[in-house]
């Protein structure tokens, strides 16, 4: 490459998007990382900067039109044109169909439809003049249904079309757009869903190891992984695909 690529994570304050943005600095990518507070995303761009990357923490509402578009232009004036995007912020508000309240359904579609929108719409005014782009939106198996789950199950479905749609659309510019779909990764978002069916969260990674083929529960770095191949210059004729990364065969 004759330039340093510039990598937005979005949700990368923990969990899978700080995997994803360390992954990224030790790929050699200038990586900003967005989250609501800024504190915590300053701490993860630290790091970086200590390990000897080129980070850079910044507050964003990906749900906020303004935040967004605020946000995406101080990532081109301070750190580089963004050319490589994660879709990962995300909250959960589960409940059953007849318990869930329309503020919860509400939220959930927002920031993970409306907020790929939006971030993914800033970005690719970058990667089409560039000519190179990589856009990776985090989907999940819970896009094959979910107990408990109705608003996040059709937020991460829907991110399997916008994924599709993106290719169609702007393959032709070399923007590829690909979803990985996570099966359990130990987070802090799994550790809540443990809290919220009343388990203690280890016997919660018990129960999901049994289920699981490679006999293993999975962790951030495994998506940081597929994230790292998807956004490679090596990876530039595999667009429109969604990837369960799940320890095993989903559908």
Same mark, same amino acid.
């Given at each position: 490459m004759?330039?340093q690529?510039?990598?937005?994570v979005?949700g990368a304050a923990?969990?899978?998007?700080a995997?994803?943005?360390?992954?990224?600095a030790?790929?050699?990518?200038? #990586? /900003?990382?967005?989250?609501l %507070?800024e504190e915590?995303?300053?701490?993860? @761009?630290?790091? =970086?900067?200590?390990?000897?990357?080129?980070?850079l923490?910044?507050?964003?509402?990906?749900?906020?039109?303004?935040?967004v578009a605020t946000?995406?232009?101080? #990532? /081109?004036?301070k750190?580089g %044109?963004?050319?490589?995007?994660?879709?990962? @912020?995300?909250? =959960?508000r589960?409940?059953l169909?007849?318990?869930?309240s329309?503020?919860?359904?509400?939220q959930?579609?927002n920031v993970?439809?409306?907020?790929?929108?939006? #971030?993914?719409?800033a970005c690719?005014?970058?990667m089409t003049q560039?000519?190179f782009g990589?856009?990776?939106?985090?989907?999940?198996?819970s896009?094959?249904?979910?107990?408990?789950?109705v608003?996040?199950?059709?937020?991460?479905a829907?991110?399997q079309?916008?994924?599709?749609t993106?290719?169609?659309?702007l393959g032709?510019?070399?923007?590829?757009?690909?979803?990985?779909?996570?099966g359990f990764?130990?987070?802090?978002?799994?550790?809540?869903?443990a809290a919220r069916?009343?388990?203690?969260?280890?016997?919660?990674?018990?129960?999901?190891?049994?289920q699981?083929?490679?006999g293993?529960?999975g962790k951030?770095e495994?998506?940081?992984?597929l994230?790292?191949?998807?956004?490679?210059e090596?990876?530039?004729?595999v667009s429109?695909q969604?990837?369960y990364?799940?320890g095993?065969p989903?559908?």
């Open positions: 004759s330039t690529r510039t990598a937005v979005t923990r969990g899978i998007g995997a994803v943005a360390r992954r990224f030790q790929d050699g990518l200038q #990586v /900003a990382i967005l989250d %507070e915590a995303c300053r701490k993860v @761009a630290d790091e =970086i900067t200590e390990a000897g990357g080129k980070a923490g910044l507050s964003c509402d990906v749900t906020d039109e303004e935040s946000a995406v232009a101080a #990532v /081109a004036e750190l %044109e963004p050319t490589v995007l994660v879709n990962n @912020a995300g909250i =959960i589960d409940n169909l007849f318990k869930m329309a503020s919860d359904w509400d959930v579609v993970h439809l409306r907020g790929s929108f939006l #971030v993914s719409r690719q005014a970058y560039a000519g990589r856009i990776v939106n985090l989907s999940s198996t896009a094959l249904g979910n107990r408990g789950q608003n996040y199950s059709a937020a991460k829907g991110l079309g916008f994924t599709k993106l290719a169609l659309e032709k510019f070399g923007v590829t757009a690909n979803a990985i779909a996570p990764i130990e987070t802090e978002m799994t550790a809540e869903t069916v009343g388990m203690d969260f280890e016997d919660f990674k018990k129960a999901a190891t049994a699981i083929p490679v293993r529960s951030p495994d998506i940081a992984h994230a790292s191949f998807l956004v490679s090596g990876a530039g004729f429109g969604v990837i990364a799940a095993g989903r559908d």
